[in-house]
């Protein structure tokens, strides 16, 4: 490889994470305008896997902006991420696939205990097909895989006599 292929690599992946972390920063800011425009013009998600739904960019923004307002707070952790360069076109470079592990701790809104720990913990892997544009970096495609979830235990109320 050439240096010069090397640094074009490079400059690849930082776009490419970059725009991973954009589309976590859109979600936990709830900034679903950003989210719309972090996507290709075809592109689509899949959050079907979270009890959530399948459709492109805006019918997809549209549902986490309604189910999202159950949170007060989110706050989206995504690690691991692999990124795999591929070919659309005999061009290459032009594709991107990225596995990453998440973790997403939330609080709902309505929580009145005056704890700031989390109400509610997931975690599970993302799938980003990824499509270069003349815009830079764009998602084609987002799936979840929700692989946990865990509420914090309740204690009972007291029962008074």
């Not at 109400?119 to 815009?135: A, H, I, M, W």
């Amino acid at each position: 490889m050439t240096q010069r292929v090397e640094l074009a690599t490079l400059r690849d992946r930082l776009a490419v994470d970059e725009l991973i972390t954009e589309y976590a920063v859109a979600v936990d800011d709830g900034d679903w305008t950003a989210y719309r425009n972090l996507f290709a013009p075809a592109g689509r998600a899949d959050y079907r896997s979270a009890g959530g739904i399948e459709g492109d960019a805006g019918q997809v923004a549209g549902w986490l902006a309604e189910s999202m307002r159950l949170f007060s707070m989110r706050q989206h952790l995504i690690v691991n991420r692999r990124v795999r360069f591929g070919i659309l076109e005999q061009d290459t470079g032009d594709t991107a696939r990225v596995q990453a592990d998440y973790v997403n701790p939330m609080r709902f809104a309505e929580n009145g205990t005056g704890s700031s720990a989390p109400d509610f913990v997931c975690g599970g892997r993302y799938s980003f097909g990824l499509l270069r544009t003349y815009d830079g970096w764009r998602l084609r495609e987002v799936v979840v895989q929700e692989k946990w979830r865990r509420l914090p235990e309740r204690t009972a109320p007291a029962v008074i006599d």
